[in-house]
């Protein structure tokens, strides 16, 4: 896997190693950084279910200005951690290991709000609903929130995440689609 965009452009990143991750394809990896567009510079960037971190480690690439990676899975974690010595990135990445609900929910106790959420769950995770209501309550009320699904899935806002969907984009097996703040976000 390479770095599709930004300052380590084509630096390679370490791949999970048969740790089970799926991680982002590079063609869609790229479609998604072109689908954020200029979102991306100076932004607060959540990279949920990070895997290798390739995703949130091509949004610093990219010029984000922090970003931080929920993963659950340990060797998962410590291949985020190596991949992130690419660049000079470290003091502006977190690595916070634990499921991804619960992750979501101490960041929005301690107030943290991100301009760009990215989630990339396991295909038919039964806990998303969950998780996208977590999740937009770290939502900045001008963000955006990309999900990562199996094409063949209609994902939708549930109800109480304060999410309005935007825009699905298909690859091949694997769609994006990505969701705005309603109206109701900004007033909680």
Request: proline share 5%.
């Amino acid at each position: 896997m390479r770095l599709t965009g930004g300052e380590a452009k084509g630096r390679r990143i370490r791949g999970p190693g048969g740790l089970g991750i799926r991680p982002t394809a590079d063609r869609v990896r790229e479609a998604l950084f072109d689908i954020l567009g200029g979102r991306v510079a100076g932004a607060t960037f959540l990279d949920g279910y990070a895997g290798t971190g390739a995703v949130g480690i091509e949004a610093l690439s990219r010029g984000a200005r922090r970003v931080i990676f929920l993963e659950r899975d340990r060797r998962a974690l410590g291949i985020i951690r190596i991949n992130l010595t690419l660049g000079s990135w470290r003091q502006e990445a977190e690595v916070i290991g634990g499921e991804a609900e619960r992750s979501l929910d101490r960041l929005a106790h301690r107030g943290e709000r991100c301009d760009v959420i990215f989630l990339d769950p396991p295909y038919d995770l039964p806990a998303l609903p969950w998780v996208l209501r977590a999740a937009s309550r770290v939502l900045e009320p001008q963000g955006v929130l990309v999900v990562e699904h199996r094409a063949k899935v209609l994902v939708e806002a549930p109800e109480g995440a304060f999410l309005r969907p935007a825009r699905c984009y298909r690859y091949g097996d694997t769609a994006l689609t990505s969701f705005l703040p309603t109206a109701a976000a900004t007033e909680t």
